[in-house]
């Protein structure tokens, strides 16, 4: 069965330092990944997308994701981050099925990014 | 109005009630998804809609469950004779693509509480 898994709960890093946020998927075809960010009382918003070609892709807000097929990973990276990225963080893979061939997404159970000044 | 809408914001229910979620998404947008999202959990999955046809359900918990999009516009999500365990945010998504995963668009959820 498809699913994504987001080993860290929570991360704290220091405004200004770099960031990465992990994400491994298990699909049986070539996925399609998202990351989306949820700060409180907000809906979720895309940062960015892979569908195919290249490896590197490049999101909103200075994010960056690059998907591995060797090892099932598409983490989410920032060089340098601000005090306004503290939020939640969801990576999700696309799924096909069902009668419909209905595209759902499915869902890590989330990282919570907390920034220290 | 400018992005997914979603009504109430915040929903207290006695156990045994029913309730019902509104869902207004972006004018011309084909596709509504519900989801489902428990405390300290990742958004899951409860159905779909391609206009006003109810294409995927596969997702509903219960048959308690019950949602519908009667124009292809706004969507209502019924749950009927709540339990604790419906206590969750429900988020509403739209796309204007139809049966592809587009750029999807979400409300901010309404916060169900059942007591």
């Known amino acids: 069965a498809q699913s994504v898994t987001q080993p860290d709960i929570h991360i704290t890093v220091s405004e200004g330092a770099s960031l990465e946020l992990r994400c491994n998927y298990s699909?049986?075809?070539?996925?399609?990944l998202f990351w989306y960010v949820q700060s409180p009382g907000q809906g979720l918003q895309l940062l960015l997308k892979?569908?195919?070609?290249?490896?590197l892709v490049q999101g909103i807000k200075g994010f960056e994701a690059e998907f591995k097929r060797s090892q099932s990973s598409f983490n989410l990276r920032k060089p340098s981050v601000h005090w306004s990225d503290a939020a939640e963080y969801f990576c999700?893979?696309?799924?096909?099925?069902?009668?419909?061939?209905?595209?759902?997404?499915?869902f890590g159970q989330g990282t919570t990014l907390q920034v220290k000044p | 109005g400018a992005g997914v809408s979603q009504s109430p914001r915040y929903k207290v229910a006695k156990r045994g009630q029913d309730v019902a979620l509104r869902c207004d998404p972006i004018?011309?947008?084909?596709?509504l998804f519900w989801y489902q999202q428990a405390l300290g959990q990742g958004p899951e999955f409860l159905t779909y809609f391609q206009n006003e046809a109810q294409l995927d359900k596969s997702g509903l918990p219960s048959d308690r469950f019950f949602a519908e999009r009667p124009e292809g516009s706004v969507s209502t999500l019924k749950i009927q004779r709540t339990q604790q365990e419906d206590s969750a945010v429900y988020l509403c998504a739209s796309s204007w693509t139809g049966g592809r995963i587009g750029k999807l668009f979400f409300g901010s959820g309404t916060q169900l509480s059942v007591l």
């Open positions: 999700a893979v696309g799924s096909w099925g069902g009668s419909s061939n209905t595209g759902k997404l499915i």
């Open positions: 004018s011309g947008h084909v596709s």
């Open positions: 892979y569908f195919s070609g290249d490896t």
């Open positions: 699909y049986g075809a070539t996925p399609y």
